[in-house]
């Protein structure tokens, strides 16, 4: 089955489900998206990864990662293989050089993993027209980045926000988010 290439278009809180996440996949030559429900700590390690947080820890991915290189793995790609009644079923596929092997994975952590060994992400027709969206059909306006810049806001103190700080008090609450693990407020403050 022909592979259908795509990349990460947006993650954001979920509208449907409380403490959840919607990861939005972009197909990259056509106009679908692929939105997936996904949890907070696995929202959290896709954004660390995306905004390039260091932890001050490594997380379970990072872990992953030094333990495939420390064996000579590496990820070659992962694919969104299948959708049953609602669950999305993925593969990591890596290799040593010898030998390709096919991970069963959640499809959260099959990215998370997929953005730290830089690692293309895949899915199938099939997949797509179960569960994709076409943009053009739903009138997607994107964002411009100055758009989504403006909508940032991480309550600081009653009454104050992230816009209204000088850059050194920045950089206190970004370190200070870190070694608290709030890597989605540090995100933010970054990105401010």
């Known amino acids: 089955m022909e592979k259908i290439k795509l990349e990460i278009l947006d993650l954001s809180p979920s509208q449907l489900q409380a403490g959840s996440f919607t990861l ?23 954004a660390i990864e995306m905004e390039n947080i260091q932890p001050t820890r490594p997380l379970t991915h990072d872990l992953f990662k030094s333990f495939s290189k420390s064996f000579d793995f590496s990820i070659e790609e992962i694919q969104i293989s299948d959708i049953s009644e609602g669950v999305f079923y993925s593969k990591i596929i890596c290799t040593d050089g010898i030998r390709q092997k ?11 993993i997929a953005l730290r060994f830089n690692a293309a992400i895949y899915t199938n027709e099939n997949v797509l027209k179960e569960a994709g969206i076409s943009a053009s059909d739903l009138g997607e306006q994107v964002e411009t980045e100055a758009e989504e810049e403006e909508a940032i806001v991480v309550p600081v ?32 403050i970054r990105s401010e």
């Open 24 to 46: 939005i996949l972009s197909e990259v030559n056509g106009d679908r998206r692929l939105p997936i429900i996904i949890g907070m700590f696995e929202a959290q390690a896709i």
């Open 157 to 188: 103190k009653s009454g104050q926000d992230i816009l209204s700080l000088h850059v050194d008090d920045l950089k206190n609450l970004l370190e200070e988010a870190i070694k608290n693990e709030d890597y989605e407020k540090a995100a933010k």
């Open 102 to 112: 096919n991970i069963d994975a959640r499809p959260s952590d099959a990215v998370a």
